[in-house]
T-cell receptor
Framework: GAVVSQHPSWVICKSGTSVKIECRSL??????MFWYRQFPKQSLMLMAT?????????EQGVEKDKFLINHASLTLSTLTVTSAHPEDSSFYIC????????????FGQGTRLTVV | GENVEQHPSTLSVQEGDSAVIKCTYS??????FPWYKQELGKRPQLIID?????GEKKDQRIAVTLNKTAKHFSLHITETQPEDSAVYFC?????????????FGQGTILTVHP
């Protein structure tokens, strides 16, 4: 149980285009999902908290108009990187918290984004 | 907000030796402290966690200690093996509506030499 699936695993896009990343909880309902970004050889930094049916909460310094988050259902959150630039190249990882259990959040497998 | 400091940034040990990684946190409201192992290009893998009502927790070769007064917690790996080589992250969370919202330390690259 407690499986979180993230898609795609990797993506290469041209500068100026947009990329959508999906995060799904496969066997539980996730009221809340979290999006992290990890640059090479660095730690995971929280970008935003995604709550089902409401607007995401962004961390300081994260542009909400550039990183669009949608959490339309209890099992799916999406992160769209708009007008991507090479400096957006990073490892993006989501995690999902089980609505029924106040326990750890479970991580997706991550998405390696390369903007060329 | 929460700030988590992790040391050392790199740690090299011989197989069979013990490894200790230390973290400090700033927010006294934090009450959940997980440790993750991450291999290159993969998701963080939870290896052990501790909650603020417990001072120590052990799982086979891995143990975590927590000192709430001093706001620090440590990961102890005994009888290290080459497959323990990875990047280790500590994290802190304050629970409640923030459950699952993690602030990570900077990471420790552990290398276990055969």
């Amino acid at each position: 149980g407690a499986v979180v699936s993230q898609h795609p695993s990797w993506v290469i896009c041209k500068s100026g285009t947009s990329v959508k990343i999906e995060c799904r909880s496969l066997d539980f309902q996730a009221t809340t999902m979290f999006w992290y970004r990890q640059f090479p050889k660095q730690s995971l930094m929280l970008m935003a908290t995604s709550n089902e049916g409401s607007k995401a909460t962004y961390e300081q310094g994260v542009e909400k108009d550039k990183f669009l988050i949608n959490h339309a259902s209890l099992t799916l959150s999406t992160l769209t990187v708009t007008s991507a630039h090479p400096e957006d190249s990073s490892f993006y990882i989501c995690s999902a918290r089980d609505k029924a259990k106040l326990t750890e959040a479970f991580f997706g497998q991550g998405t390696r984004l390369t903007v060329v | 907000g929460e700030n988590v400091e992790q040391h050392p940034s790199t740690l090299s040990v011989q197989e069979g030796d013990s490894a200790v990684i230390k973290c400090t946190y700033s927010d006294s409201a934090s009450n959940y402290f997980p440790w993750y192992k991450q291999e290159l290009g993969k998701r963080p893998q939870l290896i052990i966690d501790i909650r603020s009502n417990v001072g120590e927790k052990k799982d086979q070769r891995i143990a975590v200690t927590l000192n709430k007064t001093a706001k620090h917690f440590s990961l102890h790996i005994t009888e290290t093996q080459p497959e323990d080589s990875a990047v280790y992250f500590c994290a802190a969370s304050s629970g409640g509506t923030s459950y699952g919202k993690l602030t990570f330390g900077q990471g420790t690259i552990l290398t276990v030499h055969p």
